[in-house]
């Protein structure tokens, strides 16, 4: 059992001569009870450890997945950026690149062999006093608008006539598609076969029905019209981008409508037109670039006659780059192309933004 003894502190042996002689308690514990008390504690350790070692145990799981996943995660980041270097490098030497230099060339003297000389923006001031800058500017435009128009009709059109479930149609898509993969300059000469005065087709056409022949590529006044439609021949890839989108409706959204008693007019226009609208306007914008830069035909056919009315904007910038040798103005031509092309796609996109419907 336990007890107690009072011993001062200055000495053992029973004197009291000492100052601050204060009795000291000492208390002692009765040896089993001090080893079942040590035992305790022991096994309260051991509970810990196994605890700790057991949380261990348990996170070690969670750790090695979340090492893996970041691992795996780094991988992935590492492979997506060498990935990406092969289109990084073309988009710097094959797009930035180029459209840095044209910018600086637009600001030179320079006919591509001899040492250019510092011009500034007088190549600028230069075309908007040219007369021949706005008449190539006016022909673009006219075939642009030409083109763009109806050939958004036409290809809207024949993308709903694709979209039909009749017998054959993959032969009239493809028939349709064929002028898409024909040559430039093969289709320009084709036209210009078709369009000759004495012995082609079209006027042959015409004579059936009691018209006069006509003199597409010789008169000013049907010069364009006839080059513009040689650009509606190729009406193909918009048609098939057209039908992709017409693919992409619901075909629930159409039952909707016919239980509502709509009609096919206003299945087109409630329906199908706006659910187009993203496809119409990529379509659009792509039309305006292509129709823009019109040059083979009217290099093939006309050389820019008859008196300049198929004279269009980048037949005059090739001519003045490679005829006449005037590198920085011709330069002043493509950076004007450029962001006018840049403004007139902004200006769609503008228009659709609050028109958009998307599925």
């Given at each position: 059992m336990a007890g107690t003894v009072l011993c001062p502190t200055g000495s053992t042996n029973g004197s009291h001569d000492r100052p601050n002689d204060t009795p000291?308690?000492?208390?002692?514990?009765?040896?089993?009870?001090?080893?079942?008390?040590?035992?305790?504690?022991?096994?309260a350790g051991l509970e810990r450890?196994?605890?700790d070692k057991n949380?261990?145990?348990?996170?070690?799981?969670?750790r090695a997945r979340w090492w893996q996943a970041r691992s795996l995660q780094a991988t992935e980041e590492r492979d997506f950026l060498l990935l990406l270097i092969p289109e990084l490098l073309g988009l710097l030497l094959l797009f930035i690149g180029p459209l840095v230099a044209v910018v600086g060339i637009s600001l030179l003297t320079w006919d591509g062999l001899t040492k250019a000389t510092w011009h500034g923006l007088g190549n600028y001031q230069a075309l908007f006093h040219d007369s021949l800058f706005w008449q190539s500017l006016y022909n673009t435009a006219y075939y642009t608008v030409l083109t763009v128009g109806v050939g958004t009709v036409v290809a809207f059109g024949v993308a709903l006539l694709w979209n039909q479930p009749i017998r054959g149609i993959t032969l009239y898509r493809t028939l349709y598609y064929v002028p898409v993969i024909v040559p430039a300059v093969a289709g320009s000469v084709v036209w210009g076969i078709l369009l000759n005065p004495?012995?082609?087709?079209?006027?042959?056409?015409?004579?059936?029905f009691g018209l006069p022949s006509l003199q597409w590529l010789q008169n000013p006044s049907t010069a364009k019209p006839a080059i513009a439609l040689l650009g509606l021949w190729t009406i193909g890839n918009a048609a098939v981008?057209?039908?992709a989108g017409l693919k992409s409706i619901p075909?629930?959204?159409?039952?909707?409508?016919r239980i509502d008693g709509a009609g096919p007019v206003g299945l087109l226009f409630r329906i199908t037109v706006p659910m187009m609208t993203p496809t119409l306007m990529?379509?659009?914008i792509m039309s305006i670039v292509a129709s823009s830069q019109v040059f083979?035909?009217?290099?093939?056919?006309?050389?820019?006659?008859?008196?300049?009315?198929?004279?269009?904007?980048?037949?005059?910038?090739?001519?003045?780059?490679?005829?006449?040798f005037l590198m920085g103005y011709a330069s002043a031509q493509a950076v004007i192309l450029l962001l006018i092309t840049f403004a007139l796609s902004l200006i769609i996109v503008r228009f659709f933004q609050d028109r958009m419907f998307y599925d």
């Open positions: 000291t308690v000492i208390q002692w514990i009765q040896p089993g009870r001090d080893r079942r008390a040590r035992g305790h504690t022991r096994h450890q196994m605890r949380l261990v145990g348990s996170l070690a799981p969670a004495s012995f082609g087709l079209i006027n042959v056409i015409l004579n059936w981008i057209y039908l075909s629930t959204l159409y039952e909707a409508a990529f379509n659009i083979t035909p009217a290099y093939v056919l006309t050389g820019g006659g008859p008196i300049n009315s198929t004279l269009f904007y980048v037949l005059y910038l090739y001519q003045n780059a490679f005829q006449n």
